[in-house]
Structures are given as structure tokens and as C-alpha cells.
């Protein structure tokens, strides 16, 4: 059964940082492409930051470039989010994902708030 959990606390301060993690049963994450997406509130959702399996490059939303870093532990099969200094609008639900050709998954999604 694939399930992906996610992790890492939920309050963070301008200027402060916060690590989201999200770790993977019932797959590699290695094989897959990882992204997290976010779901502020009363709005849709939006990409946030991807790690693409067939290359290993990573791409961040024009938002949070400079901010956010997405990176991976193959050993614990987990991918994270740092968030550093992050902006008042940066306050979301966090949902990690796991992409593959024929399928995605999702973890459960966590809310993160953001305080000055």
C-alpha cells in the first residue's frame, strides 16, 4: 500500500525557517518525481517545488525562489522542504506528491502557518 506521510510542525516566523518532511512507504521515491504543492486558504492550489526523476533537477515556483529548497535522503526514502524566510502568503496547507508516468500520490496534506 503506498502511503505518503508528511511531517516537520506547522508554525514558522518571517525570517525564521521550517523543514516539512515527507516519507514514502510502499514505493521508491527515488523512481518518482516529488513536488509539494500548496492550498492556501480560499484559494487553489499551486506548485511550489519539484525534484524530476529523470534528471534529478529541480525547479521552483517563481514564489518562493531564494526562499524554499527542495532536496532528498535516499536512505530514508523522504524528500523535504526548507523554508527559510518565508512571506505571510506563504501560509498554506502543504501537500508532498509522487509522480510517476501512469500514476500519483499524495501525502495528507499539513497546514503550515506563518506569523510575523
Known amino acids: 500500500q503506498v502511503q505518503l506521510v508528511e511531517s516537520g510542525g506547522g508554525l514558522v516566523q518571517t525570517g525564521g525557517s521550517l523543514r516539512r518532511s515527507c516519507t514514502a512507504a510502499?514505493?521508491?521515491?527515488?523512481?518518482?518525481?516529488k513536488a509539494w504543492v500548496r492550498k492556501p486558504p480560499g484559494k487553489d492550489r499551486e506548485f511550489v517545488a519539484s525534484h524530476i526523476h529523470k534528471d534529478g533537477s529541480t525547479y521552483d515556483a517563481d514564489s518562493v525562489k531564494g526562499r524554499f529548497t527542495i532536496s532528498r535522503d535516499i536512505a530514508k526514502n523522504t524528500v523535504y522542504l526548507q523554508m527559510n524566510n518565508p512571506q505571510l502568503e506563504a501560509a498554506a496547507v502543504y501537500y508532498c506528491?509522487?509522480?510517476?508516468?501512469?500514476?500519483?500520490?499524495w501525502g495528507q496534506g499539513t497546514q503550515v502557518t506563518v506569523s510575523s
Open positions: 506528491t509522487a509522480i510517476s508516468t501512469s500514476d500519483q500520490y
Open positions: 510502499g514505493l521508491t521515491f527515488n523512481q518518482y518525481t
